[in-house]
């Protein structure tokens, strides 16, 4: 059998979309007929633990990475730790670079490599690695750097940004093969690649086993956190950053504080406490925000809200699709969507017909089209909305439809 590697920041038991989308890309390459190894940190993305932690990960060299098996799949992950400090964080990503090539430099066998973006670092490490065992490379963009680095204003240094497109160029055009996820995407980076037909388009997917419509009347979520009222039910479940846009929700929040509304944001991020003060400010009583859930639960939030919303930051609505969507669609749930027109979001729903989308960049704006929407729709319209959106995804978007693609991508590499 013809060895994998996966190569990534993240992996079962992180719980985060990339996460989720690779434990199922390398299910799919091993049932398919490949040996698969994955290379990774210890989980602290979102992680849930439980009693079989210590069962789990078993202790490698004093500690320095440990062991794990995933549906058979052997998974070596590398000490990481979601440190505060932002030089403890940078001193644990260096180490994972340098440790993770060196544990791949004596893996026997490699044919393939496949990483995700980000980070862009991890993509250059491959291409020498391949280079170094003769190994094809796959590199996976699912968000543009150092673009979207440029577009949040976190990256300002001309010579920095010189150094990290000379390393972008240098990991497109020294991959055997670069995937994108959206034809936006595409048209973005193609131009950057001296030999084209090496970018291709392989979407990002759903389980569409554990993702799909249940009844309301099984949901057994907590009376506290999840009232059982007549309010129409606004939900955001993930991560609470910068890539979303929060004015807009705690301005629709305020507006509709008195109507027959309520609002739920569920996750973790950098911007948490800005709608938790928000919400004690502007006593608003019907905004409910709530810790990560468990993966498994996801189904049941979502079958308990009417309408998920998603309110992308106008600076990086370009750079980016959250995953979350084909989630969301899977489970039968309409959207309330505010991002710029012809972002990589709006050209994949703009004809689905299971989203309200508004294209205003001004907060206010977007409020006054939100709850415009809102008003005029009772809980049917937004049911019939949210059913448009199920057999799109089944039909092209699930897992076993594009893991597949994957598949194909590797066999082609290695004829």
């Known amino acids: ?7 990534s920041l993240v992996f079962n038991p992180d719980g985060v979309s990339t996460a989720y989308l690779y434990n199922d890309i390398a299910t799919k390459l091993k049932v398919s007929g490949f040996d698969v190894v994955v290379y990774t940190t210890t989980p602290h993305y979102n992680y849930q633990k439980s009693d079989d932690e210590k ?8 500690g320095l990475f440990y062991v794990s098996d ?5 998974v070596n992950h590398i000490n990481q730790k979601k440190y505060k400090n932002t030089f403890k964080r940078l001193l644990g990503f260096v180490f994972f670079h340098i440790m993770s090539f060196f544990l791949i430099l004596f893996e026997k066998n490699v044919k393939v490599i496949l990483s995700p973006s980000p980070p862009l ?21 699912q968000e543009i750097y150092p673009d979207l680095l440029i577009s949040n204003g976190g990256l300002k240094s001309n010579t920095l940004i010189k150094l990290l497109k000379r390393m972008e160029s240098f990991v497109y055009n ?3 093969a670069v995937t994108t996820i959206d034809n936006i995407f595409y048209e973005t980076i193609m131009t950057r690649f001296k030999d084209r037909s090496k970018l291709s388009i392989i979407p990002n997917f759903v389980d569409t086993e554990l993702y799909k419509p249940i009844d309301i009347e099984s949901n057994d979520l907590s009376d506290t956190d999840f009232p059982n009222t007549d309010d129409v039910k606004l939900m955001y479940a993930g991560n609470i950053g910068l890539a979303q846009e929060w004015d807009t929700l705690i301005r629709l929040a305020i507006e509709l504080k008195d109507e027959k509304f309520s609002f739920f944001v569920i996750g973790d991020g950098a911007l948490k406490e800005k709608i938790i003060k928000a919400k004690i400010d502007h006593k608003l009583n019907k905004l409910y925000i ?3 859930q468990e993966r498994k639960k996801i189904p049941k939030l979502l079958a308990y809200s009417d309408i998920q919303f998603i309110f992308m930051n106008p600076r990086l609505d370009a750079h980016g699709f959250p995953s979350k969507v084909y989630t969301i669609m899977a489970c039968g749930k309409p959207m309330l969507i505010a991002s710029s027109s012809n972002t990589p979001i709006v050209n994949f729903l703009i004809d689905k017909n299971c989203s309200f989308i508004s294209n205003e960049t001004d907060s206010s704006k977007r409020v006054h089209d939100f709850a415009r929407f809102l008003r005029k729709s009772s809980k049917t319209d937004l049911q019939e909305m949210g059913e448009r959106g199920v057999e799109v995804v089944k039909q092209s978007y699930s897992k076993e439809v594009v893991t597949s693609q994957y598949v194909n991508l590797v066999k082609k590499l290695l004829e």
Request: charged share 20%.
């Open 121 to 141: 670092t991890l993509g250059f490490l491959n291409v020498i690695l391949g280079k170094l065992k003769g190994a094809k490379v796959i590199y996976n963009v």
């Open 174 to 176: 020294f991959s055997n």
């Open 290 to 292: 709530l810790p990560y």
């Open 70 to 74: 995933y549906k058979g799949i052997p």
């Open 55 to 62: 069962k789990l990960f078993k202790k490698k060299f004093l």
């Open 1 to 7: 059998m013809s060895k994998v590697l996966i190569h």
